[in-house]
């Protein structure tokens, strides 16, 4: 698992976590018309959401499990905040914001909707996290 923090394998141990449908995910991706990092790639693979971590406090989504999931957030926030293809929606929305990972640089941001939405769609937003790998780190606390 070069892709993955080490210590992650053991945090989400329990089979819960454990991705069932592989081809999925490959498809969501295609549906959504981005490239992800290898990192991401290789998560969401491996493992199945949503996650809920206390050192991040957002709710981790997962890309085809559940009713809300990336995929779906990602094509309504295409539909009603404009946001541009390369941006796939992480979590649900915590305290009018949300984590926004950017396909093309593998940044991750954490986006409000009080300015913050309209900084990210102009490439003026900081992000929080400079690859997905670092943001799995600190979500996970590993």
């Known amino acids: 698992m070069a892709n993955l923090?080490?210590?992650l394998e053991e945090i989400l141990a329990d089979e819960t976590y454990e991705r069932q449908n592989k081809g999925e995910v490959?498809?969501?991706?295609?549906r959504l018309g981005v490239t992800v990092s290898e990192t991401f790639l290789e998560f969401y693979g491996k493992y199945t959401g949503p996650f809920w971590e206390?050192?991040?406090?957002?709710?981790?989504?997962?890309?085809v499990e559940d009713t809300n999931t990336i995929e779906s957030y990602t094509v309504i926030s295409r539909k009603e905040y404009e946001f541009p293809k390369q941006y796939l929606?992480?979590?649900e929305m915590s305290a009018n914001a949300?984590?926004?990972l950017d396909t093309i640089t593998?940044?991750?941001?954490?986006?409000n909707f009080e300015g913050g939405d309209e900084l990210l769609k102009k490439g003026e937003l900081k992000e929080t996290w400079s690859t997905f790998y670092?943001?799995?780190?600190?979500?996970?606390?590993?």
Do not use: G, H, T
Request: aromatic share 12%; glycine share 0%; charged share 30%.
């Open 5 to 7: 923090p080490d210590r």
């Open 26 to 30: 490959q498809d969501a991706i295609n």
């Open 54 to 63: 206390e050192s991040v406090p957002f709710e981790l989504l997962d890309i």
């Open 89 to 91: 929606v992480l979590s």
């Open 98 to 100: 949300v984590l926004v």
């Open 106 to 111: 593998d940044k991750v941001y954490k986006v």
């Open 134 to 142: 670092d943001f799995l780190v600190e979500y996970f606390n590993c």
